[in-house]
C-alpha cells in the first residue's frame, strides 16, 4: 500500500538578508565581542567628535583677522591663515600680479594628466599632447616671450612647482627605466653589471642624499664656467632617483613574460629590439601599469623633499608664507592642515585610478 | 637523394651576435668610463680653482659642535669621525625602535582590514589612506609641531600617575637602575629563548609523528617569563628604579626621550604601518579562499587554520616587501634632518658646511644607507631567487 502523498508545510520566507538592519546586524553585532568592539567605537566617537567640530567649525575664525585668530587661540581653529596666505603658499614667491600664469599653467598640466588617465586617448596624439602642455607650461611660468614678463626659475614655487617636478621626472625616467630594466637582464655581463649597479647604488641611498649630490656636488662636475639652473639639477637627481625605482618595476614585468614568447620570437627571425618592442614590451608594461602608478604617487609625495635644498615647493611654500610672519606664525598647524588636503586629494585620485586600471589589467587576464 | 647539409661556416663575423655583444659592451663602457673621467676631471678642476680641500684627513679635526641628544658619551671637543658615528647610532636608534613600533601597529592594522567589524574595517581603511597619501616629511613636521606647540612648557608637564611626564621637553618615564644583578635577567632572558626553541622544535617532531598539536606559545613563555624571575631573583632581586619627577623648570629623572626623537619615531612608525598594513593584507588576500574552506573541512580551528594553512603562504608575499618597508624606514629617517634630530645626515650637513668637505660628507651619507641596504637587498635577491618560479 502506497503512502500517500504529504507535502511538507511550506517554510517561513528567509529574514531579510537586505537593507540597512540586517546589514548593521549581520557587521555590527553578530556576537557579543563584536557588539563590545562596536560600542567602544562609537563611544569613542562620541566623545572626541564633539571637540573637533567645536575646534574645526563652530568656534573656528574664518576671516582674515589675526587679532580674532589669537583671540580664538586654542578653543578654535584660525582657517585665517589660509585665507590671508593661500596664495603664498599655493604660488610660493612668483611675483604676486603675474600668479594667473601659474595658475593657467598648474591647469593646464593637470588637465593633461587627467586626459593621460582616460582610455580614449591612449594613442601616439598623447605624445603631442604632452609636448603642447609642457611648451604652454614653460612659456607661461618662464615668460620673456609674448610680451610676458621673464620671471627666473628661483621664484617658482608652491603647487606649480611640486606637479611639474613629479610630471617631468617621470617622464624623463619612463625611457630611462625601460632602457635599464631591460639592460639589467641583458645576456652581456659588461651592461648588466652597470644596471645592476646602477640600481642598487640608487635605490640604497635616500632621495635627500641624492638632492644634496644634485644641490652641492653638481656645481662641481660641470665644466668651469657653466652653471646648471637649480631647478634642472634638481629634476636630473628625481628623475634619476625615480628611474631606478621604476627600472626595478618594469624588470618585475619582463620577469613575467614566458620563456617560450622569446624563443617563438628568435626562431621567427625577429632582432632582440624587435623582440622587445613587439613582444615582450607591450605586455610587460601592460602589466605593470598599477605599480607604474603607485610609484608616480610617491615621487609626487617625494618632491616635498625639496624643500630641503631650497626650492619652494608646496611644503617649502608654507614655510616660506609663516615663519617670517609673527602674526600668522602661531597658527602653523591650520596650514598644515590645509596642505596636507592638497596632497591627500592629489594623492588619493591617483591611487583610487589605479585601482582603476588594476581592474581593467586583471579583466583582459580573467578569460 | 638528399644533397649533403653544406658545411657550417667558422668564420668569425661581425654579424654575428656574439662579436656584437662584445662591441656593444665595449662601447658602453667606454661611454661610462669616459663619462666619469669628465666628472672626476671637472671636480678636480673646480675644486682646484676654490681652493676646496680634499680627502677624509678631517675626520680626525676637532668638530666644534654639540650634538643634542647621543647614546653614547660625546663633548664638542672631540672629532668630525666621532660626531658622525653618533650620528649613525643614532639613526639606527630611531630606525630599529621604528620598525619594531611600525611592524606591531601594521600588522594590526592590516589584520584589522578583516574584521567583522565594519567600524573597524572603515577604521584601518582610513588609517592607511590617510596616512600613506600624506608625504612623510609633512608627517614628521606635524608631530614635531604638535610636540612644541600643543603640549605644556616642561614646568608643567602632563603627568600620569606620577609615572610618565610629557610636555615641550619630551616624554619620560621610570626606567630599572642597572645593577650587575639584572644580568641574570637577561640570562634569564637567553636561557627561556633557548628553551623556547628546543621545545617547539620538539613538539614539530611531535606533530609530525602523532599529528597532536601542542600550544607552542603559552607554555613557552610561561617558562621564559618563570626562568627571569629567577634569574631576578638570583641576582639579589634588585628593585631600584630611577623616577621621574617634576623639578620646577624641567622634568627629570627615568628614562627620556627628546621631542625630536619622538616626533620622527612616531611619524616614521605611522606613516611606514600604512604601508605594512597593506602589505600584510595583500599576503593575506593572496591565499585562494578554497584553501580556508578546505582547511575548515578538515575540521581545523580557527586558529590552526591561520597558523598552518594560511600564514605559512602568506608569509612568502609578505616578507619581500616587508623587508622593503624597513629599509623604507631606515632610508627615511634621513629627514629627521628637517626636524633636527642629529642624525647622520644632520650631523654630515653640518660637518659639510663647516668643512667644506661637499664630496666626501656626501659620499659617508651614502655608504652608511648603502651598506645597510645592500646587505639586505643581498639577502633579498637571494630569497626571490629561491622563491621565483623555476623555467628551463
Known amino acids: 500500500m502506497a503512502d500517500i502523498f504529504q507535502p511538507v508545510a511550506a517554510r517561513p520566507a528567509p529574514i531579510a538578508t537586505e537593507g540597512l538592519m540586517p546589514w548593521i546586524k549581520r557587521n555590527l553585532f553578530t556576537s557579543w565581542k563584536n557588539s563590545l568592539v562596536t560600542l567602544l567605537m562609537l563611544g569613542l566617537v562620541a566623545y572626541l567628535l564633539p571637540g573637533f567640530v567645536q575646534w574645526g567649525a563652530i568656534n573656528a575664525v574664518f576671516s582674515a583677522h589675526a587679532d580674532a585668530c589669537q583671540a580664538a587661540r586654542g578653543i578654535g581653529a584660525c582657517w585665517g591663515v589660509v585665507t590671508e596666505k593661500w596664495r603664498l603658499i599655493i604660488f610660493g614667491r612668483y611675483p604676486f600680479e603675474q600668479q594667473w600664469r601659474p595658475e593657467i599653467a598648474t591647469l593646464v598640466m593637470v588637465t593633461g594628466l587627467v586626459l593621460s588617465c582616460i582610455r580614449a586617448f591612449w594613442s601616439m596624439w598623447l605624445l603631442a599632447l604632452w609636448a603642447g602642455v609642457l611648451a604652454v607650461f614653460f612659456t607661461l611660468m618662464g615668460g620673456g616671450v609674448f610680451g610676458l614678463e621673464p620671471v627666473r626659475t628661483d621664484l617658482w614655487g608652491g603647487l606649480p612647482l611640486t606637479v611639474m617636478l613629479a610630471t617631468l621626472s617621470i617622464f624623463c625616467a619612463f625611457p630611462l627605466a625601460v632602457l635599464v630594466a631591460l639592460g639589467r637582464r641583458s645576456n652581456l655581463p659588461a651592461i648588466r653589471t652597470l644596471c645592476i649597479i646602477y640600481i642598487e647604488l640608487i635605490r640604497g641611498v635616500p632621495l635627500i642624499s641624492v638632492l644634496f649630490m644634485a644641490s652641492f656636488m653638481f656645481p662641481l662636475f660641470m665644466p668651469q664656467g657653466t652653471s646648471i639652473d637649480v631647478l634642472v639639477r634638481v629634476l636630473v637627481g628625481i628623475t634619476l632617483f625615480a628611474a631606478a625605482y621604476m627600472a626595478e618595476i618594469v624588470r618585475g614585468g619582463l620577469q613575467a613574460i614566458p620563456k617560450g614568447q622569446l624563443e617563438a620570437a628568435d626562431t621567427l627571425g625577429l632582432s632582440y629590439w624587435q623582440t622587445q618592442r613587439k613582444i615582450v614590451l607591450p605586455q610587460a608594461l601592460a602589466m605593470v601599469v598599477p605599480s607604474m602608478m603607485n610609484n608616480f604617487i610617491s615621487i609626487f609625495k617625494d618632491t616635498s623633499l625639496v624643500t630641503i635644498v631650497s626650492l619652494y615647493e608646496l611644503t617649502g611654500a608654507h614655510g616660506l608664507a609663516l615663519n617670517s610672519d609673527v602674526n600668522w606664525r602661531p597658527f602653523k598647524i591650520e596650514a598644515y592642515i590645509f596642505i596636507i588636503a592638497i596632497y591627500f586629494v592629489f594623492c588619493f585620485a591617483m591611487s583610487r585610478y589605479s585601482l582603476w586600471v588594476e581592474k581593467q589589467v586583471n579583466v583582459s587576464k580573467a578569460r | ?392
Request: aromatic fraction near 10%; hydrophobic fraction near 50%.
Open chain 2, 1 to 392: 637523394m638528399s644533397e649533403p647539409a653544406p658545411n657550417k661556416k667558422r668564420q668569425w663575423s661581425l654579424r654575428s651576435r656574439a662579436a656584437r655583444g662584445l662591441i656593444y659592451q665595449l662601447i658602453a663602457l667606454i661611454v661610462i668610463a669616459g663619462a666619469v673621467w669628465f666628472l672626476a676631471f671637472n671636480t678636480q678642476k673646480n675644486m682646484e680653482a676654490r681652493g676646496i680641500q680634499s680627502g677624509f684627513d678631517f675626520l680626525g679635526q676637532t668638530a666644534g659642535f654639540d650634538i643634542g641628544e647621543t647614546v653614547i658619551a660625546y663633548d664638542p671637543s672631540e672629532t668630525y669621525g666621532k660626531a658622525l658615528w653618533v650620528g649613525v647610532l643614532n639613526t639606527l636608534r630611531v630606525a630599529v625602535v621604528g620598525i619594531v613600533l611600525t611592524t606591531i601597529i601594521g600588522v594590526l592594522i592590516g589584520i584589522g582590514r578583516f574584521s567583522h567589524n565594519a567600524l573597524v574595517r572603515g577604521f584601518c581603511y582610513g588609517y592607511v589612506e590617510l596616512f600613506r597619501n600624506v608625504p612623510i616629511l609633512l608627517q614628521l613636521l606635524m608631530w614635531y609641531l604638535l610636540f612644541v606647540e600643543v603640549l605644556p612648557p616642561s614646568q608643567a608637564a602632563w603627568n600620569l600617575a606620577d609615572l610618565f611626564f610629557l610636555s615641550k621637553g619630551g616624554v619620560s618615564m621610570p626606567w630599572p637602575v642597572w645593577v650587575n644583578g639584572h644580568f641574570w635577567v637577561g640570562a634569564g632572558l637567553l636561557a627561556g629563548i633557548a628553551a623556547t626553541l628546543y621545545y617547539r622544535r620538539w613538539a614539530q617532531q611531535q606533530f609530525e609523528l602523532s599529528g597532536r598539536d601542542r600550544n607552542r606559545w603559552a607554555l613557552p613563555l610561561a617558562a621564559t617569563l618563570l626562568l627571569m624571575l629567577a634569574g631576578w631573583v638570583a641576582g639579589g632581586a634588585p628593585r631600584q628604579w630611577s623616577l621621574p619627577e617634576q623639578l620646577p623648570f624641567m622634568v627629570d629623572g627615568g628614562i627620556s626621550a627628546t621631542p625630536e626623537f619622538m616626533a620622527v619615531l612616531i611619524g616614521l612608525a605611522l606613516y611606514t604601518a600604512a604601508f605594512i598594513a597593506e602589505v600584510v593584507r595583500s599576503g593575506i588576500d593572496s591565499v585562494s579562499h578554497g584553501q580556508v574552506e578546505a582547511a575548515g573541512a578538515l575540521g581545523l580551528s580557527k586558529r590552526q587554520k591561520m597558523r598552518l594553512v594560511i600564514l605559512p603562504q602568506a608569509l612568502r608575499v609578505i616578507i619581500p616587501p616587508m623587508t622593503n618597508q624597513f629599509l623604507n624606514l631606515t632610508k627615511n629617517s634621513s629627514l629627521a634632518v628637517a626636524i633636527g634630530y642629529p642624525d647622520v645626515v644632520s650631523i654630515a650637513n653640518t660637518t659639510l658646511n663647516q668643512s667644506g668637505r661637499a664630496v666626501e660628507c656626501i659620499a659617508i651619507i651614502m655608504v652608511v644607507y648603502l651598506s645597510t641596504s645592500l646587505s639586505t637587498s643581498a639577502l633579498m635577491n637571494a630569497y626571490n631567487k629561491r622563491m621565483a618560479i623555476k623555467e628551463r
